[in-house]
């Protein structure tokens, strides 16, 4: 049986429906996820604010293309562990100043519980830097994006 070619270009879709000031209720699929400020911040604190969600979705998708990457390439990466730090210019989300790269700097450390040498997690890593939507994301935006692959 012929093997069926997906398309190239789809469209993704989401809808948000605002609660509060606040919290936006977002549908994903058969799926509600809260963004939502901190109570320090006047939300409820029901889930991450959008700018620590686009950070959670950076970590899921270098979860998921690491491991695309080490199956294509043959090395068992194991579980990875990853830790995201931010330097983060608030002056925009305060409406003190236009800021062109609010996402100053990006450093991901990606731990790996598998049997992989470095070499290998190294060549996975550079890999999915060539392929992870969400950091090419951060990086054509002007981002300077650091990612460490290492042995747990």
């Given at each position: 049986m012929p093997k069926l070619r997906e398309k190239t270009v789809v469209k993704l879709r989401t809808k948000g429906q605002?609660?509060?000031?606040?919290r936006t209720d977002v549908s994903?699929?058969?799926?509600?996820v809260p963004i939502d400020e901190?109570?320090?911040r006047g939300g409820t604190n029901l889930g991450p604010a959008p700018t620590e969600?686009?950070?959670?979705?950076l970590a899921g998708c270098t979860n998921v293309i690491g491991h695309k990457c080490a199956d294509?390439?043959?090395v068992d990466i194991g579980h990875l562990s990853i830790e995201i730090t931010c330097e983060f210019d608030r002056r925009g989300v305060t409406l003190e100043e236009e800021i062109d790269v609010p996402f100053v700097a990006v450093r991901q450390v990606?731990?790996?519980?598998g049997p992989a040498v470095q070499a290998d997690?190294?060549?996975v890593g550079s890999e999915v830097a060539k392929f992870c939507p969400l950091s090419k994301l951060f990086e054509q935006s002007g981002?300077?994006?650091?990612?460490?692959?290492?042995k747990a």
């Open positions: 605002g609660v509060s000031h606040s994903i699929r058969d799926l509600i901190p109570v320090v969600a686009v950070l959670a979705s294509k390439l043959g990606v731990t790996s519980d997690l190294e060549r981002t300077s994006m650091e990612t460490v692959w290492q």
